[in-house]
Structure formats: structure tokens, C-alpha cells
């Protein structure tokens, strides 16, 4: 996908602002999603998920990552980061990859 680095590149943000958001909630400063910076709504754009099954299974995938930030100590996070935002785009177009198979 041509727009790989660049997704990889969001999903790494939003890590760091879903662990941000998580560390003040736990100190009694929670958003209630003010603050969403609807990443996940621009990578759906740029892999072109369309709405439907793909889309809750896509965003039920993403999501899955983003609470596994939440468990990373704030000092190991650099160190962790890369490596989970790049799982977290292969796991995303693995499912791209299986729709084209299943909807050709």
C-alpha cells in the first residue's frame, strides 16, 4: 500500500495520545472523547475501508491496539510504539487483503 508509511505514521499518534488521555483519566481527568482526534476515521479514508462489516471488524481491530498502548509502562513506550503500531497496520490490511479476496 503506498500510503503505509504515512498510516503507520497516524497510528503511532494516536498510540501517544491514547496513552496521554489514558494516564489523565487515571488521575481523575477524563475527556469523555472531547479530545478524539478521529485518527481512525482518516486511515479508514486512505486504506478505503467502506462502511459495512468491514468497518466494525476494522475498527474493532484498531481499537484492540489502542487499549494494548494503555497496558505499556510510560517508560518502556518509544521502545514499544513502532513495533505496535506496525502490527496493528499489518492486522488492518491482512483485512483489506481478505476483502478483496472474498469480494472479487
Avoid: P
Wanted: proline share 0%.
Amino acid at each position: 500500500m503506498k500510503n503505509k508509511k504515512l498510516i503507520i505514521q497516524l497510528i503511532k499518534q494516536d498510540l501517544k495520545h491514547r496513552k496521554l488521555v489514558s494516564g489523565l483519566a487515571q488521575l481523575g481527568l477524563e475527556d469523555h472523547n472531547t479530545y478524539d482526534l478521529e485518527i481512525l476515521e482518516i486511515i479508514e479514508e486512505l486504506m478505503q475501508v467502506k462502511d459495512g462489516e468491514l468497518s466494525d471488524t476494522f475498527t474493532a481491530v484498531y481499537y484492540s491496539f489502542m487499549q494494548e498502548v494503555i497496558k505499556v509502562d510510560v517508560q518502556e513506550l518509544d521502545a514499544h510504539i513502532s513495533a505496535i503500531a506496525n502490527q496493528c497496520y499489518d492486522m488492518l490490511d491482512a483485512l483489506m487483503k481478505i476483502r478483496e479476496r472474498v469480494c472479487v
